[in-house]
């Protein structure tokens, strides 16, 4: 049938969409068909939040309108019939009037990079249409399942400024007062600026939507190119229609098949929707519990049951209390608002949140064909048949679901990496009933998630329990049986198989616990139950940051907002893939390797050039120029020519007319492989197979010899320290336009090297760079991934639009960008050290070996930057430092925010922890006897001048409350707390910049430097630097880009250095400008600036354009001779981490967290805060969480959000200070200021030893003492192996060797 003409309304503009594809996703539609990109497309797979939007519909039967915040990169555009959308355009624009939540979130300094900022907005305005008056709790939930990897307390600080009742200013319609907000947030914004809600800005629900929905249900089909989307009006229809095409699929939220579809190679020609059936939806009590039709949403569930148990005697809801429970860690809520408990209950997946919860509990399932009706009970035994896959017919369908009434006692437990949003590692659900007035088990029942290939009963210990008491001897039992029952086999995927199986039987003795405390055997059990979170936020006062009688117009050191956070916030800003499509572009997908190191024998693409708007495939042979590429050395191919040396690696591209073409067309490219050996893939197969790129490095000072014979003590030790990915929000992205003549090409780039990415391009296309121009506006981060890996996307992309002669586009999807771009450097080091008994290091041998992939890349630079950190804050009297740089079948690895430093520094606190322990003395105590002190001299002999670590170390230890925090800790059996102090040093150089100025006849000053802007507020300091060296308001300067064409052979935007050298490059052109003007100025001494640069410059041919150039003095260091300077000057900084592990589980939550940082004379302490926390918390990620899984063959498991978790806002330390260090001036940068991008990132390994410290508690209860091995990151699985016990010692790990693991540390 032809789909019904329906008016479809989008922020208040109707769209009559005649031809709905069933394949588009609502966010494809926005941005492609409407050009309405606002929101932005970060991870399609419902994993990163950047594309929330409010979905708004009457539901007649509630007669309510409800507004819900969705992911659009998972709603189908045909789900979506009779809704009104919003997006971030909707609600407010720089052009009309922007929102409150927009306006605080920029003023506020919640926007860095913005790509996730409309995410963020739409987040909390869906919020605020549903609950005017939201507490902390109700903001926490909004923003679960959103990744912002730059800042994340300026997001909550601007959001969370509350009335006295508790609930938003901007809401309750006043204004804020001056001074009457959290501590002191008022220095760094003014929130009596902040408007109140003008209701008048609300959209309106369109009321012939409302109309219309009353109408009945009528069927609706949309047919689209390749598949059909039903959606029936009544049971019946679904039923006949089930009946009639068994293998037809159904879809309710989406959130599973959206994901088969999109990243599992799946096809459903014929997709039934029944999401508006009635009986589906219904809601019913019955005397035995609750039934819940299969299409009722998570969030309407969690309603429920959440009325439920507040009405009801808590015995009687134990079960909805535990599903609630489980609802709380399940996804975000964008999912939940969309995906139904059938969906869960149907996926049948192993780690279901859900299934182990109704499995425990006997939920009765109603099953309904074509005139037939199936009752089940799960407790019976599993639906499932193997994984994924149901034993349901195939013209059944699940109708309802019944929940029961407790049957005393029930808990359910979910571990997983993160606890926010994730996926679990092992689930479960608990039920035991006692005989009357006893504690004789009359039933129990124990069912797992994460242990099998289905959610599986343990019923082999059930029938041993039945009948027991419930005392310590059962528990023993208990533990013994659950061994047996829930093994798993060492290859098992998923690996950490050790923790699993422990896991099973440490979630069971939290089980006994709290059994037993409820029925008062054991009122205090010491187990962990880490909650919701309650931020405390806190700043330090800024009154330092301005000197008084600095002239207001003076911007210098005020915390000016991000020149584009307004914009970011409206979802004006512009990125690479918002510009607008060009006549006739085309769209690129990458064709890679599945092979980790083989010969291409043969490429076949005639499956892929018939699918419908194929126009060419492009290959090595296309490019015209060379296919050599590389930033230092031209050791790589732009498309691989005959060999691949990793998975990933890119062979070919497929042009095609949209991108959903390209990428089904590149999916059905098949290579044929020659296979190779040797396949090198982990640091530790490098080392056996002696695979090194050269030189290797080393730095030496004084007699290690005699270092170690003045010691009394000597120890040895090692640590992994895991790779990082970049995950800046905006993955990989270029448009290339072919000008016509000449060769000409012009690049839109997310890239932080314009002059590489041309330079490359050039190479690549055999002209002269001159042709080439490259264009960057912002980015959504960058990070180090965009310093160089990104010119193989361009220069790929500029040979197709070579080739084809139009435009080409290509915005990596995000599987594709993890797959293939690399990340941060995997080091592994090995150190032998020297100490007195008083804990002071005499001498330290240490050997760095970093895993740099399948080409040089920067790893040499990476690898010297590690062993010049080596020395982290110590002065260690006779050292020796080697590193080795690993050749393996991996992407290559490349520059990440640190550049080898945070693992330089890591391998150092580690050996001072040893000795630490090795001493049996406080950690914090070691470290300082070790630290440096002002003027001695680093491995390098770089004198130490202008040393603040002492004044960061105090400052800290003061502000942090260090001792009186380490007395009050109080430990537990199963619950451990953690302190420590970590300092570090961090060296700043970088090579040279260029600016060029502009001043037009009407005043105003277009400026253009070299550095690109991505998030980290360059082009605000800059215009900052502009207005003070000008004299005239930052209003008066414009930055629109950065190019190739006004500034020449920059050097990459990195290392920190931008604002410094970039600053002053500024400042020279600035002043060449002012000297031109002077004879102006001193004629009219009175005059304003306008009357200076007015028509007479022009008429007396005076030029206002100006170039400038800066150099770093005095750089370079000869490691051969240990001589010369590597950096300029040091930025310093100190943290203090107090943390508390769960025993049983491994999961830990960030208590506090004191940061001072040494960053000169602040040019902006909004940004360089925002700077501060954003590298604290991806170095919380790097240390404690996010951790890349490779198999043994190379191929990366972990490649999205749904995999690969950075930390979310639950893993902000509950109390977080940061304060700038005052009175300390740099007088080797511009306006006395410091670097402040990389440095505070290492100050994160702070929460890495309070961990270390808190297991070492661990550990004392087992007896252990002294130093042991904790490898980074700290993931639940090393905590809780770290932590041994009698639990571990029943789950020993499988013997090396004697197995292939699932993934193998790389
Ligand atoms: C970012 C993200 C996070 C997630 N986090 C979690 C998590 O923390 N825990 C967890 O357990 N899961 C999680 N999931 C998985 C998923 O969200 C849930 O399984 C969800 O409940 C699926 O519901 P849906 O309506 O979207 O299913 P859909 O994708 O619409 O359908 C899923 C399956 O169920 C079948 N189905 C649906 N209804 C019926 C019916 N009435 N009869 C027969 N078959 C039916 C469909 O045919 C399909 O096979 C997550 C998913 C995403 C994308
Ligand atoms: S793009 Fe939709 S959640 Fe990431």
Redesign the pocket.
Known sequence: KTPPAQPRSVFSIQIVEKNAEPEMTLLTYLRRKLCLTGTKLGCA???CGACTVMVSRFHSNRNAIVHQAV?AC?APICSLHHCAVTTVEGIGSVASKVHPVQERIAKAHGSQCGFCTPGIVMSMYALLRNNPQPMMRDIEEAFQ?MMRPMIYNMILFSLMCRGKAGACYMITGQKEEKGDSTNSVQQLFDPSEFMPLDPTQEIIFPPELMSLSKQPLRELRFIGERMQWIQPSSLKELLQLKAEYPAA????????????MKYKNQFYPLILA?AFIDE?NSIQYTENGIVFG??V??TLLGNVLHGEVNKLPSYKTEVFQAILR?LH????QQ?RN??????????A?P?????PVFMAAGCKLTLMSKGKINIFFLNLGSKVVCYRK?A?KPE????SIEIPYTRKYFSAFKQ?PRKE????IV?CGMNVVFWEGSNIVQDIQLSYGGMASTTVLATTTRSQLIGRQWDEEMLQDACSYLTEEMTLSPSAPGGMVAYRRTLTISLFFKFFLTVQQTLNVNPCTGVCHHGGCGYKLWRTPLHAAVPPGQNMDDVIGRPIMHLSAVKQATGEAVYCDDIPCYKNELYLALVTSTKPHAYIKSIDTTDAMAVPGVVTFVCAKDIPGSNKTGPVVYDETVLADEKVTCVGHIVGAIVADTPAHAQRAAKAVRISYQELQAVIITIQDAIANESFYQPTRTIERGDLTQGFQESDNILQGEIHIGGQEHFYLETNCTLAVPRGEDGEMELFVSTQSTAKTQALVAKALGVPASHIVCRVKRMGGGFGGKETRSTILSTIVAVAAHKVKRAVRCMLDRDEDMLVSGGRHPFFGRYKVGFKKNGKVMALDVTYYSNAGNSMDLSLSIMERALLHMDNCYNIPHVRGTGYICRTNLPSNTAFRGFGGPQGMMVAESWINDVALSCGLPAEQVRELNLYKQGEYTPFNQCLEQFTIDRCWRECMNISDFHQRKANVEQHRWTKRGLSIIPTKFGISFTAAGALVHIYTDGSVLLTHGGTEMGQGLHTKMVQVASRTLEIPSTKIFISETSTNTVPNTSPTAASASSDLNGMAVYNACKTLLQRLEPYKAKNPKGFWEDWVCRQTYFDRVNLSANGFYKTPDLGYDFETNSGHPFNYFSYGVAVSEVEIDCLTGSHKNLHTSIVMDVGKSLNPALDIGQVEGAFMQGVGLFTLEELRYSSQGYLYTRG??MYKIPAFGDIPTELKVSLLRDAPNEKAIFSSKAVGEPPLFLAASVFYAIKDAITAARAESGLIGPFRLDSPATPERIRNACEDKFTKLCPPPEPGTYTPWDVRV
């Open positions: 797979e419902g994993g992911n998972l399942g699929k159904l879809v309710v939220g989406n959130t599973e098949v959206g994901i088969e029944p589906l299969a299409s949403t998570l489980q860690w399940f996804a975000g999912i969309v995906a139904a408990i059938g969906g869960n209950i149907m996926t997946s780690i279901s949140d859900l299934n149901t349901l059944e369908i699940l109708l997983s949003d994730d996926i679990a689930t959000p749904g």
